[in-house]
């Protein structure tokens, strides 16, 4: 929660999984805390997982 700049960063397979792709996409301040939120809780996104992310953005100033 510390950057200045997030990114979300992700793989898909191409060609049968012969060949990978990767995806860079750099977080707005709104998937910024989604994103947050969703590694603390997992796939179901709760309100205390995003309470928490708020929370950690703001401890980190």
Known sequence: ARADR???IS?????K???V???????TADK??????RMLAGA???AEA???AERLIK???
């Open 50 to 52: 995003r309470a928490a």
């Open 6 to 8: 997030h990114y979300l």
């Open 32 to 37: 910024r805390r989604e994103e947050i939120a």
């Open 17 to 19: 999984g012969k060949r």
């Open 11 to 15: 793989k898909s397979a191409l060609d």
């Open 44 to 46: 179901e996104i709760t």
């Open 21 to 27: 792709a990767t995806h860079v996409l750099e977080l």
């Open 59 to 61: 401890a980190a100033g």
